[in-house]
């Protein structure tokens, strides 16, 4: 069983930065894709973006491209999404999750999540 925590969250104003971390209780992320999700109250989760195990490939979310970037660290068990230039709609809880299937975008796919971070954006 892989236990996420997601750390890193916080408020902020439109226009600043927070980098949210996705740490693993075992090393069996590092054989797993792992994606970020959100979602906003009285909405549903989205996809926010993924990574591949080995790193090598990544993809986001038409409203966060540009602005996200996902990464890991394998000697780190974790995985980041430094988020930039951040808008009031990003305000969410972010999660993240890992598939050990490969890289998918719904969150159906996903077998393991963490408990979730909040983020605000104020204007």
């Known amino acids: 069983q892989v236990q996420l925590v997601e750390s890193g969250g916080g408020m902020v104003q439109a226009g600043g930065s927070l980098r949210l971390s996705c740490a693993a209780s075992e090393r ?50 974790t995985v980041y999404l430094q988020m930039e230039s951040l808008e009031p709609e990003d305000t969410a809880v972010y999660y993240c999750a890992a598939d050990p299937d490969g890289i998918a975008g719904r969150a159906d796919d996903y077998d393991y999540w963490g408990r979730g971070t909040q983020v605000t954006v104020s204007s």
Request: charged content about 25%; hydrophobic content about 35%; proline content about 2%.
């Open 28 to 77: 069996t992320l590092s054989r797993c894709a792992v994606g970020w999700f959100r979602q906003a109250p009285g909405k549903e989760r989205e996809f926010v973006a993924v990574i591949s195990w080995s790193g090598g490939s990544t993809y986001y979310a038409d409203s966060v491209r540009g602005r996200f970037t996902i990464a890991r660290d394998i000697t780190k068990n």
